[in-house]
């Protein structure tokens, strides 16, 4: 685990920006989670969230994305169905009763982003299926908790670690949470797992999303052919959740939480 990169720190004006960003995207995925039924297709959700951005202005911090080595990114959303764990590409597919899908979104405004991500239940699911739910959203809220002015950097992924763990479940390890601010990406690379007290201090200003990913199996992950899609190498279920959080002097702000939203 590498700390060497210096972690930004963000101005009141650029704090303003990202919460507005932040804002439209906590609205728009809460109008994408209730969407979600039996007979949708992950592309009415893509076409939902382009209109929403256009409608309202803001640009996409997903669609043409252009990571170093890989294609650029064809969408607005990531959307990923069951096994799929994150960076799911939306297209014809429908989701069918007992689904479960994420849904990964972030926009930009004045050339600061925000990002966000719910997993979200298609009709009934099992208390199997919910309880990974539950806890891959649990698991994030006691991350937040530990975003506290002083706390180590490995605090929030081993917090994250350890609630998964507890059920018998797996954290991914290759992909993490991560700064963010003028670049949808930047550093640090918060890993979901990890010893505590390690790391630099957590400082007001900074602005992080933490991402837990946890699959109902094991870790392993195993990229589709478009590049992009990341699905669990032993086909098991896989639930991501995400916010956008400012460190404040009183502790964190979440930025992509509105009422109703997870």
């Given at each position: 685990?590498?700390?060497?990169?210096?972690?930004?720190?963000?101005?009141?004006?650029?704090?303003?920006?990202?919460?507005?960003?932040?804002?439209?995207?906590?609205?728009?995925?809460?109008?994408?989670?209730?969407?979600?039924?039996?007979g949708v297709r992950t592309a009415d959700l893509e076409d939902h969230a382009a209109k929403a951005i256009k409608d309202r202005g803001v640009q996409?911090?997903?669609?043409?994305?252009?990571?170093?080595?890989?294609?650029?990114?064809?969408?607005?959303?990531?959307?990923?169905?069951?096994?799929?764990?994150?960076?799911?590409?939306?297209?014809?597919?429908?989701?069918?009763?007992?689904?479960?899908?994420?849904?990964?979104?972030?926009?930009?405004?004045?050339?600061?982003?925000?990002?966000?991500?719910v997993t979200v239940a298609v009709g009934n699911i099992d208390e199997r299926v919910r309880k990974l739910l539950d806890t891959t959203a649990n698991a994030l809220c006691?991350?937040?908790?530990?975003?506290?002015?002083?706390?180590?950097?490995?605090?929030?992924?081993?917090?994250?670690?350890?609630?998964?763990?507890?059920?018998?479940?797996?954290?991914?390890?290759?992909?993490?949470?991560?700064?963010?601010?003028?670049?949808?990406?930047?550093?640090?690379?918060?890993?979901?797992?990890?010893?505590?007290?390690?790391?630099?201090?957590?400082?007001?200003?900074?602005?992080?999303?933490?991402?837990?990913?946890?699959?109902?199996?094991?870790?392993?992950?195993?990229?589709?052919?478009?590049?992009?899609?990341?699905?669990?190498?032993?086909?098991?279920?896989?639930?991501?959740?995400?916010?956008?959080?400012?460190?404040?002097?009183?502790?964190?702000?979440?930025?992509?939480?509105?009422?109703?939203?997870?």
């Amino acid at each position: 685990m590498a700390f060497s990169e210096r972690i930004p720190i963000k101005t009141r004006r650029e704090i303003d920006i990202m919460r507005e960003a932040s804002r439209h995207v906590a609205e728009i995925l809460l109008e994408l989670r209730h969407m979600v039924a039996p007979g949708v297709r992950t592309a009415d959700l893509e076409d939902h969230a382009a209109k929403a951005i256009k409608d309202r202005g803001v640009q996409s911090s997903f669609k043409g994305y252009d990571p170093h080595g890989l294609p650029k990114y064809p969408s607005s959303l990531c959307v990923s169905v069951n096994e799929e764990i994150v960076h799911g590409i939306p297209g014809p597919r429908e989701l069918k009763e007992g689904d479960i899908v994420g849904i990964d979104f972030g926009v930009s405004v004045d050339g600061y982003h925000g990002d966000s991500a719910v997993t979200v239940a298609v009709g009934n699911i099992d208390e199997r299926v919910r309880k990974l739910l539950d806890t891959t959203a649990n698991a994030l809220c006691l991350a937040i908790e530990k975003m506290l002015p002083g706390n180590r950097l490995s605090d929030i992924g081993h917090a994250v670690q350890t609630r998964a763990e507890r059920e018998g479940y797996s954290v991914v390890r290759v992909f993490a949470g991560h700064g963010i601010g003028s670049k949808l990406h930047e550093p640090p690379w918060i890993p979901n797992y990890g010893s505590p007290g390690r790391g630099p201090r957590l400082i007001p200003g900074m602005v992080l999303a933490i991402e837990p990913m946890v699959n109902i199996g094991g870790a392993d992950v195993v990229m589709l052919e478009d590049e992009w899609t990341a699905v669990t190498a032993d086909g098991s279920l896989s639930a991501h959740f995400e916010h956008t959080i400012l460190i404040t002097e009183e502790g964190p702000d979440v930025l992509t939480r509105i009422e109703g939203s997870h």
